[in-house]
């Protein structure tokens, strides 16, 4: 059963970085995908970034571009989100989740984190 365990939130300043991490366990193989999502309004989630697995290849929305970095460490089974110059508009529960694939869909993943706090204060 795959499992994933979140970490790395925090309260932070605007304009500060945070790195979320995602350990991710019980995959036998490699071709699967990592995404990461936060949670908005009610029980929505805004997808942010994923990355293959097996090919490291990332994939973002544009919304994401430029300030967010989805990466994976294989040795580790660990997926990270790098996020710069953080805005008060990201305070959310950020998530990863597990999947067949890359998708912005949320319900093309079928293993989900328990969620990290991100706080960015003024």
């Known amino acids: 059963q795959v499992q994933l365990v979140e970490s790395g939130g925090g309260l932070v300043q605007a304009g500060d970085s945070l790195r979320l991490s995602c350990v991710v366990s019980?995959?036998?193989?490699?071709?699967?995908?990592v995404g990461w999502f936060r949670q908005v309004r009610g029980s929505g989630r805004e997808f942010l970034a994923a990355?293959?697995?097996?090919?490291?290849?990332?994939f973002y929305p544009d919304s994401t571009r430029g300030r967010f970095t989805v990466s994976r460490d294989n040795a580790k089974n660990t997926a990270y989100l790098q996020m710069n110059s953080l805005k008060l508009e990201d305070t959310s529960v950020y998530y990863c989740?597990?999947?067949?694939?890359?998708?912005?869909?949320?319900?093309?993943?079928?293993?989900w984190g328990q969620g990290t706090q991100v706080t960015v204060s003024s």
């Open positions: 989740a597990v999947g067949p694939g890359p998708s912005t869909d949320r319900y093309r993943y079928n293993a």
């Open positions: 019980g995959r036998s193989d490699s071709n699967f995908a």
């Open positions: 990355i293959h697995w097996r090919s490291g290849n990332p």
